[in-house]
């Protein structure tokens, strides 16, 4: 096996995992390739949050079947389906070599070692978390980009009631602050200008320090200008936590804190461990800590027993709160959640429906969303520059601290901080022109179109 195609699905935790499994792979001397009908290993990194992601593997599985029969290509699953399925998957799909779980990422020499001697094998245990070792980033993987994600824990110990993470990725399980600090250190060497600190909890650290402790050492970690991170709990949103990101400007002014519902009946169907009025109550002392931080959230329509009156409260809390963006989609039953055990009893809701609610949901942030980023027009922003734009790759792309993304006309290098005068705007993107460059990259990165990892 010479050359290797990963195929990413889901969230940024798979999109770091597949880093660090290109990184193993590329130890074992093979290369990757970014066409599926060139490998002679073909490794899909999935995704189970809804149904729909489970059945988008089924169908990139079909496709590259093609590949197997016309030049022996290895297949093999990782991620989150193959955690929750096992060897169901290997009955399931018969021409599968091997799956294997988020744990077993460092076992993957030993595991087409195997798979070369023609047994189909399934690596789906997880590792003690007293002996679990997250795997190390190697910066020159990340050579050529400005913003790299840090892998800072794994796992989750909430049990929300819709959710299949806490199956499929484990107990929560925090890095070690020395590792992170090492990890991030060395990827400004490279050019990283930005890290965003990434855990299915993340607010939830117990690395030998709390998180927010976590975020300012990173935020003086010489060479990072920005912090980012995500996915927060709101019940761990602390005192120490809005402190510091009310304190540290290194942190950048953007908090994703997902809400789900804005009914208390649903939240507390959803096992959310909080009320409408105690998120709101952190958020406004967010809000007061700095001023003009972008919020973003996680919107679910359509839960089991969801009324027309709880949706309402739902779209009131849109309203009231007016996010940045929202993540939005309809209730999707997942395997082994309390949710998909209850469905029938608290009353499915018909798809038709939670797709109208979606709609409507979707149509109000549109709305909110233009509104926020219209205010933007005639102002100057900082924009960390990131490369071409991929609508117009005459254009430059990056973002602002606030995460709103940016396309404009100008040179500027990647890596560099440029002032960006706003001309248009859009609900999700800023348009315009270069007003000044405001602090050259710190290392020359030569820029390279998306990573060799293909991400649906
Ligand atoms: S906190 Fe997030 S990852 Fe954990 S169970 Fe709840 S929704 Fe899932």
């Known amino acids: 096996m010479r050359r290797f195609f990963l195929h990413t699905f889901g969230c940024q935790m798979n999109v770091s995992d597949s880093q660090r499994m290109a990184e193993v792979l590329r130890r074992m001397k093979m290369e990757p390739t970014p066409v599926a009908k060139n490998a002679d290993l073909i490794i899909l990194n999935t995704c189970s949050i809804r149904e729909k992601a489970e059945e988008k593997v089924l169908s990139a599985l079909g496709r590259y079947r093609e590949v197997k029969l016309s030049r022996g290509a290895r297949i093999g699953v990782g991620g989150c389906v193959a955690q929750q399925e096992k060897e169901r998957l290997l009955r399931r799909v018969p021409y599968v070599d091997f799956v294997f779980g988020p744990d077993a990422i460092s076992k993957l020499p030993e595991i087409l070692r195997r798979v070369e001697a023609r047994e189909r094998v399934v690596e789906t245990a997880w590792i003690d978390s007293e002996e679990y070792v997250f795997p190390r980033a190697d910066p020159e993987s990340t050579r050529g980009r400005v913003t790299e994600f840090v892998t800072v824990m794994k796992g989750c110990d909430n049990v929300c009631s819709?959710?299949?993470?806490?199956?499929?990725?484990?107990?929560?399980?925090?890095?070690?602050?020395?590792e992170v600090l090492a990890e991030v250190a060395g990827l400004t060497g490279v050019g990283v200008r930005e890290v965003t600190l990434i855990g299915q909890n993340v607010n939830s650290y117990r690395g030998g320090i709390g998180f927010a402790e976590l975020l300012l050492r990173v935020a003086e970690v010489p060479g990072i200008d920005r912090v980012r991170f995500t996915t927060s709990h709101p019940h761990d949103l602390s005192d120490a936590l809005i402190e510091a990101v009310g304190s540290q400007p290194k942190i950048a002014p953007h908090f994703h804190l997902p809400i789900q519902s804005g009914s208390d009946r649903v939240l507390e169907r959803m096992r959310r461990d909080y009320t409408v009025a105690e998120y709101l109550e952190r958020l406004s002392r967010l809000r007061a800590a700095r001023p003009g931080?972008?919020?973003?959230?996680?919107?679910?329509?359509?839960?089991p027993g969801e009324t027309e009156d709880d949706f309402q409260l739902t779209l009131e809390l849109t309203e009231e709160v007016r996010y940045e963006n929202q993540y939005s989609f309809v209730f999707s039953s997942r395997p082994k959640t309390a949710a998909a055990m209850r469905e029938e009893q608290w009353g499915a809701v018909p798809h038709e429906l939670k797709l109208e609610r979606l709609e409507r949901v979707q149509k109000l942030q549109r709305r909110i969303g233009g509104e926020i980023m219209a205010a933007q027009i005639g102002r100057q922003v900082e924009v960390l520059v990131e490369g071409p734009s991929k609508l117009d790759p005459s254009k430059r792309f990056g973002r602002t601290p606030e995460n709103?993304?940016?396309?404009?006309?100008g040179d500027a290098p990647a890596g560099a901080?440029?002032?960006?005068?706003?001309?248009?705007?859009s609900p999700?993107?800023?348009?315009?022109?270069?007003?000044?460059?405001?602090?050259?990259p710190r290392v020359r990165v030569e820029e390279r179109p998306g990573a060799e990892l293909c991400v649906a």
Do not use: M, W
Request: charged residues 20%; hydrophobic residues 40%; aromatic residues 8%.
């Open 417 to 425: 901080l440029a002032r960006v005068l706003v001309r248009r705007s």
């Open 293 to 303: 931080i972008a919020v973003t959230t996680d919107i679910i329509a359509g839960f």
């Open 162 to 178: 819709f959710c299949v993470v806490p199956h499929t990725r484990g107990r929560e399980v925090s890095r070690p602050c020395g």
């Open 404 to 409: 709103r993304t940016v396309n404009f006309e």
């Open 428 to 440: 999700n993107a800023l348009y315009g022109e270069q007003a000044a460059i405001s602090s050259e």
